[in-house]
């Protein structure tokens, strides 16, 4: 066995180990651990982002005719992570979102409260640390849009 050296001082220079380091342990000890898909945080941002008053959809041109063919087909449910990509680590989440404005709302407000709520929802929900989430408008939301298209002169 080794004996611990001494120092001029007379100290003891042999390993020390703290008590109470948990650097070595995962927050959840020796029970277990949790993972958190991609998918699951997906569909948290998505539904965050919706709830904000002045987003129209989620989603650029594309996608969003893709989901309105999907949600006519039975059964196959309603597309919440069309505009949303995220990346997911063990304790943090990077959000990417696709938005329609409606007109008239102010652009930056919307993509503040957007901002807020997604990362207040999504690290209540889940537990993760939310790094950033970034948000591009894609399109604007004219109400006429909503309007019936005319029928045709011919038969």
Same mark, same amino acid.
């Given at each position: 066995?080794?004996?611990?050296t001494?120092?001029?001082a007379?100290?003891?220079t042999?390993p020390?180990?703290r008590a109470g380091n948990?650097a070595a342990?995962n927050?959840?000890g020796n029970?277990?651990k949790?993972t958190i898909?991609s998918s ?11 709830e904000?008053?002045g987003?129209y959809?989620?989603?650029? #041109? ?5 989901g %309105?063919i999907?949600e *006519?087909i039975p059964?196959?449910? /309603? &597309? ?6 995220v990346e997911v680590?063990?304790?943090q989440?990077a959000v990417?979102?696709d938005?329609v404005?409606?007109? #008239?709302a102010?652009?930056v407000?919307? %993509?503040?409260?957007? *901002?807020?709520?997604v990362?207040t /929802? &999504?690290?209540q929900?889940t537990?993760?640390?939310v790094?950033?989430?970034n948000i591009?408008?894609n ?5 006429e849009?909503?309007?019936?298209p ?6």
């Amino acid at each position: 066995m080794a004996q611990p050296t001494a120092t001029k001082a007379g100290t003891d220079t042999s390993p020390v180990t703290r008590a109470g380091n948990s650097a070595a342990l995962n927050e959840e000890g020796n029970a277990g651990k949790t993972t958190i898909s991609s998918s699951v945080v997906q569909k948290v941002a998505g539904i965050a982002a919706r709830e904000v008053s002045g987003v129209y959809a989620l989603g650029g #041109g594309v996608s969003r005719a893709f989901g %309105a063919i999907r949600e *006519r087909i039975p059964g196959s449910g /309603t &597309v919440t992570t069309s505009g949303v990509s995220v990346e997911v680590g063990e304790k943090q989440a990077a959000v990417d979102l696709d938005i329609v404005v409606e007109y #008239g709302a102010r652009i930056v407000d919307v %993509a503040r409260s957007v *901002r807020r709520n997604v990362i207040t /929802t &999504v690290e209540q929900i889940t537990g993760l640390d939310v790094i950033e989430v970034n948000i591009a408008v894609n399109d604007i939301h004219l109400p006429e849009d909503d309007e019936e298209p005319e029928t045709s002169r011919v038969e």
